[in-house]
């Protein structure tokens, strides 16, 4: 990187030695090759950062927000079913009617009783 900016700044210095640009040009393009320059150097760090923290299994918070929401949401969504699923399982008291004792059945044991 510095052998870059050494010949880029050479490069440059030759041009206003021979005429061929104002030193106002060659601030103005130093300027806008060290912002260039700044900006692909924050996307490097930024990228190997990522590609650091992924390889240790991180999360990013923005990503455990998001997660941590759906997680709730999820949960919120299985108790109101559990709920629904228990009040619509509650058993119902069953009456039953008593079936009519047949007159026929009650004689045949008032008789047997009768011939002991």
């Not at 924050?42 to 650091?52: F, G, P, Q, R, W």
């Not at 941590?68 to 109101?80: C, F, M």
């Not at 399982?89 to 011939?115: D, L, W, Y």
């Amino acid at each position: 990187m510095s052998n870059d900016l050494f010949s880029t700044l050479k490069t440059y210095i030759n041009k206003v030695s021979e005429g061929e640009r104002t030193p106002q040009e060659i601030a103005a393009a130093v300027n806008t090759w060290a912002k260039e320059s700044a900006e692909a150097l924050k996307l490097k760090i930024h990228e190997e950062v990522e590609a650091s923290v992924e390889k240790m299994g991180f999360v990013k918070r923005a990503e455990f927000d998001r997660l941590s929401a759906e997680v709730s949401r999820l949960k919120a969504s299985a108790s109101s079913k559990t709920s629904a699923a228990k009040a619509s399982t509650v058993k119902k008291p069953v009456v039953r009617k008593s079936a009519p004792i047949k007159k026929r059945a009650v004689k045949k044991v008032a008789q047997k009783g009768a011939k002991k």
